[in-house]
C-alpha cells in the first residue's frame, strides 16, 4: 500500500490536490489527511503506477510537468500507458497545489472499473 508519509515534507500542510472526477479517485483532496486518503485510494486502483518519463516543461513557482505512465489496474488487471500534464505550485520550497490533466479520463475509470458479474 503506497504511504504519503515520505513525501510529507515537501508538501505544504494545506497543500490541495485537484483530481478529474471521472477518475475512481477523482475530487479535491486537501492537507496532509487528505493527500493520506488520496494515496490509500491510488493503492486501491492500481496495483502498479509507475511514472516513467517526466519532462519539467516550465519550472518556477508554477511548474509544468508532462509524466508518463505506465500503470496496471487492480479490478481488472489492465495495463496502461499514458501521459499527464500537471502544473504544481510551489511557495516558499513546498508543493501547495497540484492539477493534473489526463488525456483520457474515460480509459482510466474503464480499466480500473470492477467487472459486472
Known sequence: MASFDPLVPFFAPDVILHQAEA????GTWRGHAGMTDFFLAMSAAWESFDMRDQRFLAT???SVVLTWVRARARATGRELTFPIL????IMDGRITEVRPFYWDTAMIADAC???VA
Open 60 to 62: 518556477g513557482e508554477t
Open 113 to 115: 472499473a470492477q467487472p
Open 23 to 26: 477518475l475512481p479517485y477523482g
Open 86 to 89: 500537471q502544473t504544481i505550485t
